[in-house]
């Protein structure tokens, strides 16, 4: 709008200029203007962050800091478990658990659990950092979980990873996780391109990434290209609508993501990439002229359930779009849905609420999810170590990457006397678990009272336990970036410098 | 070479309105007062404000100054695009001739919901990187099935009526009143409104975009088309 | 399902130890008896947030203030130090551009903006324009421009092109009978009323669904794997309360359930009330409040905690409008929390929210989640050393009916459903320069609608915000 004298003023000339920057004006010169000012990262070695969102409260004394019942001098009413049930490797301070049951609380449904397989496998990759957090809220503790409770303006860590490094990606940042793991973060200022994409469906996703593929009888894509540039750069700019409502932050954003981002996920023919589905006669392919990624196969046989099982799904896509460089960092999360094979028949893939059906049957719902994290997070590290990265220097992807097993917070310390199975409610007492080889591994960071169940800190630079100290959500998202080498400069972190 | 035959057609505007095409008019047409404007500018003949130190600004209509535009999302799209293109709402677009479109594949970047399973009970604030992707296959879904009804049952045609084809599957005038009628027709079905003479002669031009392109079904594919450059107009896409 | 399934499937949201270091509960209210005028003040104080990222970390305008507030001083400040000073500190930052968008802070603060936040600031109106816009009045309330919007919000789709013709060739008066006419046929349509419709839509936030959990069974809907209880009564319950002018106070006081018939076949839907709806409910009529006594909320949100701290916090959120675990809506009660479950809430940090939610659960502790079959009822033996009054608003009250009473009546309640329905249409919150619409339009629905939501959409459709492109 301008004013009397016909004249922009200062708001209007910024909001303009915002338009046209955001792909507004529709050309090529706005497709480059808005990656001007990335290409400051793009030599960056980028490192990728898989987030696995553990919803419901997974007890780190559950896994890498069980408590055996001969360490604690009050064995029967905290939760300690048989020393028998628990493995750790010989001069290691991690442990695992691996346990069986008859049923998980009121299912009646046998279940077996295994941690320690990952343990053996993985030792040296494995850090784990105390944490006692702000909110019992699964909502809240979730993001907090994700944001260093906001710490940095509010950016969650996978815009910070997809800031850092994921300029050149088509999608930086995929979500397919639920509830405060897939919100956003609050920093306006983050590049638009940081932004997470939410994926509800990670088998039929891909088909989402070309305008074209996948549909049979259709004019030629040099036709459907030329048809866009006419509705792009003359139809649409000329009608009454566009010229009234030009200044909609709303369009800016769909100029941008019609023109820049379609671009940049079609050219790379994604939808070939990223189906990990087998052509069959139920879902036949090769009848819409699509063919299952090279490395579908491969995907599969990591994740057999991938069909019914949409974490395993999640996690097969996941390792596609890292290992096809669409992605710099991906959050999966199994869901708080029941999930069970056969019925009551079966197995237990998913126990309701997943961790939080600990209310109930603490042992059961924690063995059954951490075995089940792990074994996703295993197949990852597999799939990811046999992929080449760089040639020069012979790193694998994995070389390159962390799994960070993102939790609200822990559970009730206590049980009833010597009870096998038992209820918890939320505490915010707990640890987080981070794999990678960028970590230096094989390490707890705090410690456990085995008397009491509750964690205790460790000095952010020299990693040194610290009984009487508590550390905050920061601690934890600031040492992930360091280790993830994110430029933090003007951030106001703690210097946390004890994950490396 | 098909950018280069884009601009092509801009010739064949002057022809377009200098041959009456449409016997309607064709919706409002900015009118150019001359005089002082609302707020007291002095305004050109057309339209253009005249700044005191005899400047010119071109002709341009107010914007709004909230720009409030909301995307349709994913009931109202669908929905929409039932209407326009004569289906039933799950006839409209399947992925795979399978899975539906709006409910199954694309729904979360299309602005819906999955409120009982993943916990997802608010739509998305933004349209997503995928959205206008989205939005194109079930535009060129939907649209190729209309197409195909329109030209095979001529009979019972909804948008593409009355085209008459030569036998090499081209349009056999591109300059017909039953392409422009079918142009309109996209226009009202989308936009609600009529085609202005600009838009008709864009399209018809982009015939010539098509025949160049060596299409062996140049009438299908440039009617599927221009389908497709309507229904996924902003102005179709957003209110 | 068998009776012996009394496990704890269990989203139990129970807010616990929110870690707040001095942030102090008083500040908004000294902010709004400094700027009782302010947008930001009418119809309840600004969030902690309008001063903190999070606390005790400010954002740009909460250092200006900080650094105005007895610099020098060691800090933490006593509550006295701050309360005297505070007024001075606002003062003083006021002429201060906290965020740098060219406007300062007072300035914001009369505008509705927010000080802390670059892009937020005064809107520069360029109406009216250097001339009239052909094909949008952007200066004026455009009813075609309306007309088209409230098919899409209201019906779900777009008019006709022919439709929107006779309407554009009607006269002003008739033009706006049309509108309003168009209105009351998209309130009374299935994409409004019916199953998966609008308002079922609008419901999700407040119900949080969750399929595997849901008992009854339907033709090609059976029910989850797990049956607790059945969220379909909510929904039903509070369409009811949306539609036909029935009082929208109902979503939280009604003592009677609604069941959903027809929608099938063409056939519309209907919500029939009923005092009674067989086994699905277990709560007795006089204990009843809304949609907060529903056998699905108090498993969802009371399941097997002693104090339900999730349950009032969901509907402080849900139907007031108020995030506790986003600092917002804290009014403290004096010696609160008394801590009765020995969570440890009376730790300084701790107090601070839990002051006002703790007082604000109490009234439902004296409802079973899950763990008296058949689930979901009421008990006054429940919890015994919880007292069942609490306080709610700043009000005391002697139960949970009493709390759904006070909240339906607040003008918080008002404001919330207002907002609901604004988010819905406009897509955003309120923009500064609408406050004032936004104000009015919640009080009328308040009075001159007595609560009723069809009227108030009438107000909200004949609005500038709505109506003017």
């Not at chain 1, 909110?135 to 303006?153: C, M, P, Y």
């Not at chain 2, 299309?110 to 959205?131: C, M, Q, R, S, W």
Request: charged share 20%; aromatic share 10%; net charge negative.
């Amino acid at each position: 709008m301008m004013n009397k004298l016909g004249r922009l003023n200062r708001r209007q000339l910024m909001k303009s200029v915002g338009v046209a920057a955001a792909g507004g004006s529709l050309g090529l010169g706005s497709m480059l203007a808005s990656r001007r000012g990335l290409a400051q990262n793009q030599e960056k070695k980028p490192r990728f962050l898989i987030v696995i969102a553990a919803g419901g409260g997974a007890s780190i004394i559950d896994s890498f800091l069980a408590i055996p019942r001969s360490l604690s001098a009050n064995p029967g009413t905290i939760h300690t478990l048989p020393d028998d049930a628990i493995f750790s490797p010989e001069g290691s301070p991690l442990r695992a658990v691996d346990q069986s049951g008859s049923e998980a609380g009121a299912i009646p449904i046998a279940w077996s659990a295994n941690q320690s397989n990952f343990l053996r496998k993985n030792v040296n990759d494995i850090l784990v950092a105390t944490c006692t957090g702000t909110s019992v809220n699964h909502n809240v503790a979730q993001r907090r979980s994700l944001t260093g409770n906001e710490i940095w303006k509010g950016r969650t860590l996978q815009e910070c990873v997809a800031a850092e490094y994921g300029a050149t990606f088509p999608v930086p940042n995929v979500n397919m996780a639920g509830q405060g793991y897939s919100e956003r973060g609050y920093d306006r200022d983050l590049p638009d391109f940081a932004v997470h994409e939410p994926v509800a469906g990670a088998s039929v996703w891909p088909l989402g990434l070309d305008g074209a593929l996948g549909i049979n009888d259709l004019p030629s894509k040099e036709l459907i290209v030329a048809a866009r540039e006419l509705r792009n750069q003359r139809l649409d700019p000329n009608t009454a609508f566009y010229r009234t409502f030009k200044g909609s932050k709303n369009l800016a954003i769909w100029e941008k993501q019609r023109t820049v981002n379609q671009s940049s996920l079609e050219a790379g023919e994604l939808i070939k990439k990223l189906i990990f589905l087998e052509d069959s006669q139920s879902i036949p392919l090769s009848e819409y002229g699509l063919t299952p990624s090279p490395d579908a196969a491969a995907v599969r046989e990591k994740f057999p359930r991938y069909a019914s099982d949409p974490f395993q799904a999640q996690a097969a896509l996941a390792f596609l779009l890292l290992k096809n460089r669409v992605t710099t960092t991906v959050t999966i999360g199994p869901s708080f849905d029941v999930l069970l094979s056969n019925g009551l028949q079966g197995e237990i893939y998913n126990p309701p609420l997943a961790f939080d059906y600990s209310h109930n049957a603490h042992r059961a719902s924690q063995a059954i999810m951490w075995s089940r994290l792990l074994a996703a997070a295993d197949g990852l590290i597999d799939l990811l170590k046999a992929q080449e990265f760089d040639a020069s220097t012979g790193e694998s992807f994995w070389d390159r990457s962390m799994i960070y097993i993102a939790t609200e917070f822990g559970r009730d310390k206590t049980r009833g006397n010597n009870a096998n199975e038992f209820g918890t409610g939320h505490h915010l007492n707990n640890g987080f678990a981070i794999i990678s080889p960028m970590v230096r591994g094989n390490r707890v960071l705090g410690g456990v009272n085995y008397n009491t169940g509750l964690t205790y800190g460790w000095n952010p630079t020299t990693g040194e336990p610290v009984p009487e100290e508590e550390m905050a959500e920061r601690y934890i998202f600031s040492g992930i970036l360091h280790a993830l080498g994110v430029d933090t400069s003007g951030a106001d972190l703690p210097n946390v410098t004890a994950f490396v | 070479m098909f950018r280069d035959q884009l601009y092509l057609h801009a010739a064949l505007l002057t022809a377009a309105l200098g041959m009456g095409c449409l016997a309607e008019p064709v919706g409002p047409v900015p009118g150019a007062d001359g005089g002082t404007g609302l707020d007291g500018s002095l305004l050109g003949p057309d339209g253009s404000i005249v700044l005191p130190d005899g400047g010119v600004v071109e002709n341009q209509i107010p914007e709004s100054e909230k720009a409030r535009v909301q995307f349709k999302r994913q009931r109202r799209l669908r929905a929409d695009f039932a209407a326009a293109l004569g289906f039933s709402a799950d006839e409209v677009c399947k992925e795979l001739d399978r899975f539906d479109c709006f409910v199954t594949v694309h729904n979360i970047s299309l602005g819906g919901v999955d409120a009982y399973n993943l916990g997802i009970f608010e739509p998305l604030e933004e349209t997503t990187k995928t959205t206008p992707i989205a939005m194109e296959r079930i535009a060129l879904t939907g649209c190729r099935n209309r197409v195909d009804l329109d030209l095979d049952t001529p009979e019972s045609a909804l948008i593409f009526k009355n085209l008459a084809m030569d036998a090499s599957g081209g349009l056999a005038d591109v300059n017909a009143a039953s392409v422009d009628d079918a142009i309109d027709a996209l226009y009202k079905r989308f936009a609600l409104r009529r085609a202005n003479p600009e838009e008709i002669a864009e399209l018809r031009g982009f015939y010539e975009t098509v025949t160049a392109s060596g299409d062996t079904k140049a009438a299908r594919s440039w009617a599927i088309l221009a389908c497709f450059m309507v229904s996924t107009s902003v102005e179709s896409l957003f209110y | 399902m068998p009776h012996g399934w009394m496990f704890a499937v269990s989203t139990l949201l129970t807010l616990g130890w929110v870690s707040i270091a001095d942030a102090k509960p008083v500040g908004p209210t000294i902010f709004c008896e400094e700027y009782p005028a302010a947008p930001v003040c009418q119809g309840g104080a600004p969030a902690c947030t309008f001063c903190h990222t999070a606390p005790p970390d400010r954002n740009p305008y909460g250092q200006t203030i900080e650094a105005s507030l007895l610099p020098g001083t060691t800090r933490p400040l006593s509550t006295t130090q701050y309360r005297s000073n505070l007024p001075a500190a606002l003062r003083a930052a006021e002429r201060i551009d906290a965020d740098g968008d060219g406007f300062n802070s007072g300035d914001e603060i009369a505008a509705g903006t927010k000080p802390h936040d670059g892009l937020s600031f005064p809107s520069t109106s360029g109406c009216p324009p250097f001339r009239r816009n052909p094909d949008y009045d952007v200066c004026f309330y455009d009813r075609a421009y309306a007309f088209r919007k409230v098919n899409l919000d209201f019906c779900g789709r777009s008019p006709t092109f022919e439709d929107l013709e006779l309407f554009r060739a009607l006269g002003e008066t008739e033009q706006e009978t049309a509108l309003h006419a168009r209105l009351d046929e998209c309130l009374k349509s299935e994409n409004w009323r019916g199953k998966e419709g609008v308002l079922w839509s609008l419901a999700h936030r407040k119900i949080k669904p969750l399929k595997a959990i849901r008992s009854g069974s339907y033709p090609g809907d059976p029910a989850g794997e797990i049956p607790l209880a059945n969220y379909y009564d909510d929904y039903a319950l509070f369409v009811y309360t949306q539609i036909d002018n029935n009082d929208a106070r109902h979503a939280l006081t009604g003592d009677y359930f609604v069941v959903r018939q027809g929608g099938t076949s063409g056939e519309p839907t209907r919500y029939v009330k009923q005092t009674n709806i067989g086994f699905s409910q277990s709560v007795l009529q006089n204990r009843r409040a809304g949609l907060i006594t529903t056998k699905w909320y108090l498993v969802l949100n009371v399941m097997f905690t002693d104090l339900p701290r999730t349950a009032a916090a969901q509907a402080y959120r849900a139907f007031l409008g108020m995030d506790i675990a986003k600092l917002e809506g804290l009014r403290p009660v004096d010696d609160e929390p008394v801590d009765y479950d020995g969570k440890g809430v009376q730790a300084p940090f701790c107090s601070q929210c839990h002051s006002t939610l703790d007082p604000l659960t109490y009234p439902f502790a004296k409802y079973h989640g899950l763990t008296n079959f058949p689930f979901g009822s009421y008990d006054a033996n429940r919890q015994r050393n919880v007292p069942e009054a609490g306080v709610v608003l700043g009000q005391p009250v002697r139960d949970l009916v009493e709390w759904a009473q006070v909240a339906a009546n607040s003008d918080e309640f008002a404001k919330a459903t207002l907002m609901d329905y604004w988010k819905l249409v406009m897509g955003e919150a309120p923009r500064p320069e609408e406050l004032t619409e936004f104000t009015a339009l919640w009080r009328r629905f308040k009075n001159e609608n007595s609560h009723g939501v069809e009227r108030m959409l009438h107000d909200l459709v004949r609005s500038e915000a709505y109506g003017v492109p």
